[in-house]
């Protein structure tokens, strides 16, 4: 008798050929061309312990490509700011250095590949915040896995609301379902709706639950609500960091912010634009950078390294306990206590060799100045940036073009835009419910 395992459809075709041509029963000639797939699952596999356990993942790994992949929120949102800047040549490229983004810009409605989501930085992001969706809705109730997801759900409106405009459009794929447009609040708001299904969801674990404070926190920061912020991350140990992994090729796994940055397409600024801050030359330990001369790929730009994330397989703390210390820093400051401000700062530095202690600068601009520089270093290419940059129009009276960079550009004799936030695709217009006019991207 011939037993050969079904371990590849090449074996199975295989040993079907071999039995049938000795004239023996138990297979078919339709078997030959029914090769298995023991690597996939199947639609109607989907509900079974391991095709959720792959919807879990799926979704997941949806958002890490989408935020730290080759055309990732961080990156992009961080070359739209003081984070990044522009060491190589493609036009497309430049224009989000420069701030003056074409919604038929390549980059935003490109094809896509394993590395880089079609669609770029806004589709990558909704196809994301789908796949988050759903997959919580298909997990059972009270499992850690299916709060982990509401909760990056969340985090996935928390980036829409923060990189986007005020009426971006929210659509639903499979099946198609064009939204009206969200408004800056709205968006915040559905983002907590699924952070209290996070909550409720938690199983219990740990994780999960502090994964959701900090996004609570975040959420209300963003909503003017700080009092409401730091309670909602209260009890957050300063410990605790939820990391997006990478690992080893395949391009979908890896960390391309570190590719990137260590391929001389993108360096680190010095005080980029008038306003950035002193990333390249700060000697922060929180920004550790390596200057290597002019890129080797336009031979101009004065290369410097980010040295944050040393290999492609380095993970990206994206939620974190410093955070949640930051976030009670702020509201305290808002309600008038330097004190306690000065104290959550101070506890959050404590926890990095080589930061010493800040002192009060005795003013309240200056406090404020100080609260934000510590959060540009804090969360350097983590996408926080760009939604701190509004926040300082927003809620703190400050104007876009002394906060952005501006002014002139560091190679080609341009001067940059006057945009305030990522811009939405082209492709968007399809949807008879949005109007790019309505979509203000020069407003914060």
């Known amino acids: 008798m011939l ?20 004239g023996a029963t138990g297979c078919s000639k339709d078997d030959i061309l029914q090769p298995d797939t023991p690597d996939v699952i199947t639609p109607d596999r989907l509900t079974t312990p391991e095709g959720l356990a792959a919807v879990y993942a799926g979704a997941v790994s949806d958002l890490v490509v989408a935020t730290t992949g080759a055309s990732g929120v961080v990156i992009f949102s961080g070359l739209f700011t003081d984070e990044l800047m522009h060491a190589s040549t493609p036009p497309a490229v430049r224009e989000w250095d420069l701030r003056g983004v074409l919604n038929t810009n390549s980059v935003v409605v490109q094809v896509g590949t394993a590395a880089a989501p079609q669609g770029g930085p806004f589709l990558g992001l909704q196809r994301a915040r789908s796949a988050l969706e759903k997959g919580a809705a298909a997990l059972p109730a009270n499992d850690p896995r299916t709060g982990e997801l509401y909760a990056l759900a969340g985090l996935s409106y928390i980036m829409l609301g ?19 447009p969200l408004t800056t609040t709205e968006i915040f708001n559905r983002s907590i709706t699924h952070l209290t299904s996070a909550a409720a969801n938690a199983g219990g674990n740990a994780r999960v639950q502090n994964l959701t404070a900090v996004l609570r926190g975040r959420a209300l920061l963003n909503l003017n609500q700080p009092a409401a912020a730091a309670t ?32 001389d397409i993108y360096s680190v600024p010095d005080r980029e634009g008038v306003n950035g ?30 040295t944050k994330y040393p290999t492609i397989g380095s993970p990206v703390a994206m939620v974190t306990g410093v955070e949640a210390r930051l976030i009670e820093a702020e509201a305290a ?5 330097p004190t306690t401000w000065l104290q959550k700062l101070n506890d959050a530095r404590a926890t990095v060799a080589g930061l ?51 002014g002139a550009y560091h190679k080609q004799g341009l001067t940059r835009g006057t945009q305030a936030t990522l811009i939405v695709p082209q492709t968007e217009e399809n949807n008879p419910n949005y109007s790019a006019a309505s979509c203000l991207v020069n407003q914060a």
């Open 333 to 337: 400051l808002r309600a008038g206590n």
């Open 356 to 406: 010493a202690p800040l002192t009060d600068p005795g003013t309240e601009a200056a406090r404020i100045n100080m609260t934000f520089r510590e959060r540009g270093f804090w969360f350097y290419l983590t996408a926080h940036r760009l939604g701190d940059l509004r926040r300082l129009v927003r809620q703190y009276g400050r104007s876009i073009e002394s906060v952005y960079p501006t």
């Open 3 to 22: 037993r050969i395992r079904k371990s590849a459809g090449w074996y199975h075709a295989t040993a079907c050929a071999m039995v049938l041509a000795v």
């Open 277 to 306: 801050l002193d990333f390249a030359s700060a000697n922060d330990p929180r920004v550790p950078v390596t200057s290597t001369g002019p890129s080797r790929n336009d031979g101009v730009t004065p290369m410097v390294v980010a």
């Open 162 to 180: 923060e990189l986007w405009c005020s009426g971006t459009p929210v659509s639903t794929r499979d099946p198609l379902e064009l939204s009206n």
């Open 232 to 263: 909602a991350v209260a009890s957050v140990p300063t410990s605790f960091s939820y990391e997006f992994i990478h690992g080893a090729p395949p391009a979908r796994q890896t960390n391309q912010i570190q590719l990137n940055t260590a391929s």
